[in-house]
């Protein structure tokens, strides 16, 4: 028998039974919920990841739906126990979904919603950090710092990368792969190579007008190209940052073949699923070629690293907090609990998942429609802007 989780309830007289798995930041998600009538009951245990047993006990008999967490194993054991239990709506907080089996929820008939867009820019700004501590081994000099080694300026001490004129190679070039190419090329007018199934025409169209532009000061323009491989990406780029969805293209999409086939001193990042890296064999790499280096939000088997990893000065390593940031985290909550609020109410989906910020403004009440449902075709739900009511 599963035992029961400490929760805290909000709008107790609810018709409709709506579960977070864990507390989330803001007040706006939970007004979104109850102003529709929703009982929310946030599980407030003391455990960081839950199990599938403890969500199934949060479920229990009666559920109209579910917010979880990108750490929970989202299958057909949960979807079918939401189903049971009278369910219709599930939404990560996240705008990855690769711990859901969406297959298994459109059998069961429940709409999966994620958080695209509030995150695009807080995590290509991390990225971008993470390349900056990278190239220029801010890690390890604060290490020194603090360690009582300084003994005085020395033109050999800590000398890394300069990025500006590099060229910065991009795997996803979607919206947080394009969000942090900008900010690459405004802020070091660094060139762009990118490698994506789809061609990225924003990034594109960007690259060229301000190329355009830093002629007209009277500077070197910047390029870019779009690589036909991920092979061409790494032979070329000084600065290879990921940002592809993860799934069976993209496990292990950078292995000890293609670490071989980058510069000895470039710098690597990935803010976007552990698993698209083999983390034995960057591990060895980075023993192997100590001027390689490496910014990583998230790693293969979270919350570990591999053995070896922690221990190596060329990698800086931080704990999955690329879309940490106030607003963003509020946001991603708002936008979760508006795809359940949504749909429990027969609310059409917002037909642009790339423009959700009708949905964060809080000076006006968000449209009555989905922010994002990634099984909406599947499902055959309608698409609309919610204008005939508000939510
Ligand atoms: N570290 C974090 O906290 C954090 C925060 C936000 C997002 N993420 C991750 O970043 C991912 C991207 O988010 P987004 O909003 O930019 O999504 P997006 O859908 O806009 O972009 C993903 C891109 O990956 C491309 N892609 C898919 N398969 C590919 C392949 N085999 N090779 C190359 N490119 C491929 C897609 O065509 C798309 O352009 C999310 O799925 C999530 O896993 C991580
Ligand atoms: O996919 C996501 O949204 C992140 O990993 C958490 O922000």
Redesign the pocket.
């Known amino acids: 028998m599963a035992r029961k989780l400490a929760v805290q309830v909000y709008n107790a007289g609810g018709h409709l039974r709506v579960v977070s798995t864990k507390p989330m930041p803001g007040n706006q998600w939970i007004q979104a919920l109850t102003s529709v009538g929703c009982r929310v009951e946030v599980c407030v245990e003391n455990k960081t990841i839950l199990s599938v047993d403890d969500i199934l006990s949060l479920i229990g008999t009666k559920c109209d739906g579910v917010i979880g967490q990108l750490t929970e194993d989202w299958g057909d054991v949960l979807f079918a126990a939401l189903k049971k239990a009278g369910g219709h709506a599930y939404s990560n907080m996240?705008?990855?979904y690769?711990n859901v089996d969406v297959e298994a929820a459109t059998r069961h008939g429940i709409a999966v919603g994620n958080t695209?867009g509030v995150?695009?820019e807080t995590?290509a700004e991390l990225a971008a950090a993470l390349t900056l501590s990278a190239a220029r081994r801010v890690v390890e000099a604060d290490d020194f710092m603090r360690a009582g080694k300084y003994e005085g300026w020395l033109p050999t001490l800590f000398v890394g990368n300069l990025l500006k004129g590099q060229t910065v190679g991009i795997?996803?070039?979607?919206?947080?792969?394009t969000a942090y190419a900008r900010m690459m090329v405004e802020g070091f007018k660094m060139n762009v190579i990118y490698?994506?199934?789809?061609q990225s025409t924003r990034l594109e169209k960007f690259v060229t007008a301000y190329g355009e532009f830093l002629k007209t000061q009277g500077e070197a323009p910047v390029h870019w190209r779009r690589a036909s491989s991920?092979e061409d990406v790494l032979r070329e780029a000084d600065v290879i940052s990921l940002?592809?969805?993860?799934?069976k293209?993209?496990y292990h999409?950078i292995n000890k073949d293609r670490l071989a086939l980058m510069k000895k001193e470039a710098v690597l990042v990935n803010?976007?699923?552990g698993p698209v890296i083999d983390e034995v064999a960057l591990v060895e790499h980075l023993k192997a070629n100590p001027m390689f280096r490496v910014g990583l939000?998230?790693f293969e088997d979270e919350p570990y690293m591999k053995p070896g990893l922690g221990d190596l000065p060329n990698a800086v390593v931080v704990p999955?907090?690329?879309?940490a940031s106030k607003w963003t985290r509020e946001g991603m909550a708002t936008l979760a609990a508006q795809n359940v609020a949504a749909k429990l109410k027969g609310y059409p989906v917002w037909p642009n998942s790339n423009n959700i910020e009708p949905f964060l403004d809080e000076s006006k009440p968000a449209p009555a429609a989905a922010p994002s449902i990634v099984n909406a075709k599947a499902l055959g739900l309608p698409t609309g802007d919610g204008s005939k009511s508000r939510l």
């Open positions: 996240a705008v990855g690769n695209p995150l695009t995590t795997i996803g070039a979607g919206r947080i792969g490698y994506d199934l789809y991920p940002h592809p969805v993860l799934d293209t993209t999409l803010a976007s699923r939000d998230v999955h907090i690329a879309s």
